[in-house]
Antibody
Framework: EVQLLESGGGSVQPGGSLRLSCVGS????????MHWVRQAPGKGLEWVSS????????GHAVSVEGRFTVSRDNARKSLFLQMNSVRVEDMALYYC??????????????WGRGTRVTVSS | NFMLTQPHSVSESPGKTVTFSCSRS????????VHWCQQRPGSSPITLIY?????PSGVPDRFSGSIDRSSNSASLTISELKTEDEADYYC?????????FGGGTKLTVL
């Protein structure tokens, strides 16, 4: 069974940093692209970032460009999201999702349970 | 870039059939695949349809997807509605650089 487990969420002050992690199991992690999607309280889903199977192709939403960086460690079956210069509007539940294929244009297959980021001074 | 527009809410009775629309503004609906996910209250999203009309294993055939070039929109149809289908439904598509999500449709099963 494909499973994704996010961690690293918590409370951060505006302007601060946080690093989210996602560990995959039940599939060959290194063969698939991965995504980060977030959901602000009471709002819809918003794409944040995607990364191809080898980390060679990366995409970030305009809202996080230059502040967030996605990366992966296939040996550790892990996906990361480094969040810098965090803003109040970044407060959300962050989901990790496995793609259907190896490229970041490949859609969302399985979603994790999410890790919550709270931004408050 | 394009936008995906979904109706805010839909209501229907158990046993009936409901169809959600996802209208694309900017470019053809057929130029990139449309995908659909379901999010029940308090739960993570679940993929229902990928690549316009493909169902992942485990998703009942009550759920089906299609695209309509004439209206430049995609549709998700749920037949034989059950109370457990009450959830938010999101369409999404890739614009060549970014992923675009529709705003979601809240389904109420009365």
């Amino acid at each position: 069974e494909v499973q994704l487990l996010e961690s690293g969420g918590g409370s951060v002050q505006p302007g601060g940093s946080l690093r989210l992690s996602c560990v995959g199991s039940g599939f060959n992690f290194g063969d698939f692209a991965m995504h980060w999607v977030r959901q602000a309280p009471g709002k819809g889903l918003e794409w944040v970032s995607s990364l191809s199977w080898d980390g060679g192709i990366i995409g970030h939403a305009v809202s996080v460009e230059g502040r967030f960086t996605v990366s992966r460690d296939n040996a550790r079956k892990s996906l990361f999201l480094q969040m810098n210069s965090v803003r109040v509007e970044d407060m959300a539940l962050y989901y990790c999702a496995k793609a259907w294929g190896p490229y970041h244009k490949d859609g969302f297959h399985v979603w994790g349970r999410g890790t919550r980021v709270t931004v408050s001074s | 870039n394009f936008m995906l527009t979904q109706p805010h809410s839909v209501s229907e009775s158990p046993g009936k059939t409901v169809t959600f629309s996802c209208s694309r503004s900017g470019g053809s609906i057929a130029s990139t695949y449309v995908h659909w996910c379901q999010q029940r209250p308090g739960s993570s999203p679940i993929t229902l349809i990928y690549e316009d009309n493909q169902r992942p294993s485990g998703v009942p055939d009550r759920f089906s997807g299609s695209i309509d070039r004439s209206s430049n929109s995609a549709s998700l149809t749920i037949s034989e509605l059950k109370t457990e289908d009450e959830a938010d439904y999101y369409c999404q598509s890739y614009d060549g650089t970014n992923w675009v999500f529709g705003g979601g449709t809240k389904l109420t099963v009365l």
